[in-house]
C-alpha cells in the first residue's frame, strides 16, 4: 500500500532545491553585475580589413590605448574579417566605433538609424584612386578619363568588391568612360580583397592593371615594398569623399552625456607634436583628423544605388 506522506515528502524536497538554487543565483548575483557593468563600459573599436593584417594591427592598438588614456574607459581592438563582417557587426551593435570607408560607411549607416559620422582625415575630403599598370604590359600613362578604354580586354583587378576606393569609385569612372566589367579579360575583373593585395598581384603580372587607394599606394612606395620599375601610376581619378569613424547612436546613453563629444574632440586633438600620437597619425597617412557630416557622403550613396551596392 502507497503511503499516505509519500506526495508531500517530495514536494517538501522540490520547494527545498527551489529555494537552494533561488540562493545561488542571489549569491552569484553581486559577481555577475560587475562583468555585465564592465562590458557595458567597453568601448569596441574597428576597421574595415583594407590592408594587411600587421599594418592593422600595429596602428589600431596603439588608437585605443591613446582612445582609453584620453577618455577614462577601457578600449578594445576587435580584428574583423572582411568588410561586409565590419557593417554586419555595426549593425548588431558588437561594435561601436568603427573606421569605414565611404560606401561601407553608408551601408551601416542606412542600416543602424542614429548612427553618427563624427570624424574623417585631411586627405579624406578629397581621397583619390590611382589605377595602375605593370610597366610590362604595355599600357602607358592615360592623358584623360577617357583613356581608360585602353584597359578593355585586359586582366584588371579591383581591391575588396565592397571597397570605395578599391571598387566603388573606381567602376563609377570606367562606366563614365564606357568600359564596363564584362569588357575585361575573361568576362569580368578580379577582386584582389585588399589594395596591398592589388599592388602586389600587379607588379608580379598575375593582372596588367588594377586599382588601389592613393595613400597605400604611398605608403608602398615608401617602405620599398613597391617597385617602381615593375608597377606605375597610369592614371589618377577625380576627388571624393572617403573613410571616416562612425559611432553608436547609442554611446552617451552608456557612456555618460557628452560622450560622443569628447570622442570626437579626442581624434580633432590627436597632434603630431605628441610622439605617440604622431604615430598614430602616420600609421593613418595623415597630418590630423577633421569633422564630418553624413551630408559629404550623400554622392557616395547615389554612385552605391547605380552601380547595385546599396538596395
Do not use: C
Not at 272 to 280: D, L, T, V, W
Amino acid at each position: 500500500m502507497r503511503s499516505p506522506f509519500r506526495l508531500p515528502a517530495l514536494r517538501r524536497r522540490k520547494r527545498s532545491r527551489v529555494v537552494l538554487t533561488g540562493l545561488a543565483l542571489l549569491l552569484l548575483l553581486p559577481a555577475l553585475l560587475p562583468r555585465a557593468e564592465a562590458q557595458q563600459r567597453l568601448l569596441r573599436i574597428s576597421a574595415i580589413p583594407d590592408q594587411k593584417p600587421e599594418t592593422l594591427n600595429r596602428l589600431y592598438p596603439l588608437l585605443a590605448n591613446e582612445l582609453s588614456r584620453s577618455l577614462g574607459v577601457p578600449v578594445r581592438y576587435v580584428a574583423v574579417t572582411d568588410y561586409t563582417a565590419a557593417v554586419s557587426a555595426f549593425r548588431r551593435g558588437d561594435l561601436d566605433l568603427v573606421w569605414f570607408g565611404a560606401l561601407t560607411g553608408v551601408q551601416a549607416r542606412l542600416q543602424k538609424p542614429g548612427a553618427k559620422v563624427i570624424a574623417q582625415r585631411d586627405i579624406d575630403a578629397s581621397f583619390q584612386s590611382l589605377f595602375i599598370a605593370n610597366t610590362a604590359s604595355g599600357i602607358k600613362p592615360l592623358r584623360n578619363q577617357k583613356g581608360l578604354t585602353a584597359l578593355m580586354g585586359k586582366r584588371f583587378t579591383f581591391g575588396s568588391e565592397s571597397s570605395t576606393s578599391g571598387r566603388l569609385m573606381p567602376q563609377y569612372y570606367l562606366g563614365q568612360a564606357g568600359v564596363k566589367l564584362r569588357h575585361f579579360a575573361g568576362g569580368a575583373p578580379g577582386f584582389s580583397g585588399s589594395h596591398d593585395a592589388t599592388i602586389a598581384l600587379v607588379q608580379s603580372g598575375a593582372y596588367q592593371a588594377g586599382v588601389v587607394n592613393e595613400e597605400v599606394w604611398q605608403s608602398s612606395l615608401s617602405s620599398g615594398r613597391t617597385d617602381p620599375k615593375k608597377v606605375a601610376v597610369i592614371w589618377r581619378t577625380p576627388g571624393y569623399p572617403n573613410y571616416h569613424w562612425l559611432a553608436q547612436p547609442n554611446l552617451d546613453q552608456r557612456f555618460g552625456r557628452g560622450f560622443t563629444t569628447r570622442l570626437q574632440s579626442t581624434f580633432m586633438n590627436l597632434n603630431a607634436s605628441n610622439p605617440r600620437q604622431a604615430q598614430i597619425l602616420d600609421l593613418f597617412g595623415a597630418k590630423r583628423f577633421i569633422p564630418a557630416s553624413q551630408r559629404q557622403y550623400d554622392p557616395i550613396e547615389k554612385v552605391g544605388r547605380e552601380i547595385g551596392k546599396i538596395r
